[in-house]
């Protein structure tokens, strides 16, 4: 795909590409690496969503607001979108990350997207990144249902479950893998009277419970 197929597929085109090449160097490649861009990636992503948030629900307490862009911010959010992009294939890490898999990595995809965010804020503007986000963000801003996604995935089945007087999932590690500071989760979440075993994954044993009750939400109604 290249730079300027990934910048296609962000919908930016790059007055400096240098600032696109710069927000896809991991720090252990070289310098100028993308955690600078990264910084300011994420406020303009929050600030990006938030904007959008506010017009789009007018009716909508703070709190709710919150926990709408909360969702749609966290790494694992970020993780999907960048996989969407191809966004790792263009990643230059150090020999020891890409031996590792960080062209995979979850934090890795997640801060580097963040960075062409900022890359695009630097080369463009507000306006340009943060229309950007909303391109990229725009299936998942159509499928918002506030009532329903402010809860969590954990909550959201338990209520479901306790609706139905049926027992409350278990959640049990699988599997713990990567270095201490980068560790990978792999949870199970268990539908025992149901006969559902859903499996997720995560930075965090939360996250990976979490993806882990999505995924046992999207069994029980597919």
Request: net charge neutral; proline share 4%; with cysteine.
């Amino acid at each position: 795909m290249g730079l300027a197929g990934l910048a296609a597929a962000v919908g930016h085109r790059f007055a400096d590409v240098d600032l696109l090449r710069a927000a896809l160097t991991h720090r252990s490649h070289s310098s100028p690496h993308n955690e600078r861009l990264e910084f300011l990636g994420d406020s303009v992503l929050n600030c990006a969503i938030a904007a959008e948030l506010y017009r789009r629900f007018p009716d909508l307490p703070e709190g709710d607001l919150s926990r709408l862009r909360a969702n749609l911010v966290r790494q694992d959010s970020l993780h999907r979108l960048a996989l969407e992009l191809g966004l790792g294939a263009e990643l230059q890490l150090g020999e020891g990350e890409h031996k590792s898999g960080g062209q995979a990595r979850p934090s890795i995809l997640a801060d580097a997207l963040e960075a062409v965010f900022g890359a695009i804020f630097i080369d463009a503007g507000f306006a340009a990144a943060s229309a950007a986000v909303l391109r990229l963000y725009a299936a998942r801003l159509d499928d918002l249902r506030p009532g329903q996604a402010t809860k969590d995935a954990k909550t959201r089945l338990q209520e479901w479950l306790q609706g139905r007087r049926q027992p409350l999932p278990k959640y049990t590690t699988l599997a713990t893998s990567g270095a201490a500071h980068n560790q990978q989760f792999e949870v199970a979440c268990d539908l025992e009277k149901l006969g559902i075993r859903a499996v997720g994954t995560g930075s965090s044993r939360r996250l990976a419970e979490q993806t882990a009750a999505e995924n046992a939400l999207k069994a029980i109604a597919p």
